[in-house]
T-cell receptor, first 116, second 114 residues
Framework: EAGVAQSPRYKIIEKRQSVAFWCNPI?????LYWYQQILGQGPKLLIQ????????DSQLPKDRFSAERLKGVDSTLKIQPAKLEDSAVYLC??????????????FGPGTRLTVT | AQKVTQAQTEISVVEKEDVTLDCVYE???????LFWYKQPPSGELVFLIR??????QNEISGRYSWNFQKSTSSFNFTITASQVVDSAVYFC???????????FGTGTRLTIIP
């Protein structure tokens, strides 16, 4: 079974530019998560999708971050405009919602963003 | 509010030594779940274990064991006879019952010296 795929793996941009990350979850997984992991910290949930609906986006800075999950499969996370403090690893995870909760989350390799 | 504290930022031990990673959590919920994840240099978080607040039984899986003590709000992780492949950052996490959102600690970087 293929794991969670993310691209690009690395991205360097200047502040005020825009950037987009892509995530392809494990086939059949209904729930998709985006986490932000700043260096030296644990991952922080930005947004959670159930199929193509948003379950939790309480920690998403909506003035600059947006995310979508069209057709309930792939997802993109966008930052526009980027700030220096957005430098982090962006992790995507998915879970199947089968069996008893809480459902195990499977993580992708992440996209490392550097904003200069 | 939920909080997870991993006071040990970095630990180094010589191969074959035992090592314990500490995790202390705060929650007002009576029902919750605790997790440990491993993050190797490749970056992917790897699930190790999930415990629910009903079950304080300790668990052993090979060289790994977990000690859950509700009285001290701790969920510590011990690696016995450590190996170089155990080198990674380890995260403890907490979720509420019925909610998949994970609250992570800041992680402990474990280095096993050959």
């Amino acid at each position: 079974e293929a794991g969670v795929a993310q691209s690009p793996r690395y991205k360097i941009i200047e502040k005020r530019q825009s950037v987009a990350f892509w995530c392809n979850p494990i086939s059949g997984h209904a729930t998709l998560y985006w986490y932000q992991q700043i260096l030296g910290q644990g991952p922080k949930l930005l947004i959670q999708f159930q199929n193509n609906g948003v379950v939790d986006d309480s920690q998403l800075p909506k003035d600059r971050f947006s995310a979508e999950r069209l057709k309930g499969v792939d997802s993109t996370l966008k930052i526009q405009p980027a700030k220096l403090e957005d430098s982090a690893v962006y992790l995507c995870a998915s879970s199947s919602n089968r069996g008893r909760p809480p459902y195990e989350q499977y993580f992708g390799p992440g996209t490392r963003l550097t904003v200069t | 509010a939920q909080k997870v504290t991993q006071a040990q930022t970095e630990i180094s031990v010589v191969e074959k030594e035992d090592v314990t990673l500490d995790c202390v959590y705060e929650t007002r919920d009576t029902t919750y779940y605790l997790f440990w994840y491993k993050q190797p240099p490749s970056g992917e978080l790897v699930f190790l274990i999930r415990r629910n607040s009903f079950d304080e039984q300790n668990e052993i899986s090979g060289r790994y064991s977990w000690n859950f003590q509700k009285s001290t709000s701790s969920f510590n992780f011990t690696i016995t006879a450590s190996q170089v492949v155990d080198s990674a950052v380890y995260f403890c996490a907490l979720s509420r019952f019925g909610n998949e959102k994970l609250t992570f600690g800041t992680g402990t970087r474990l280095t096993i010296i050959p």
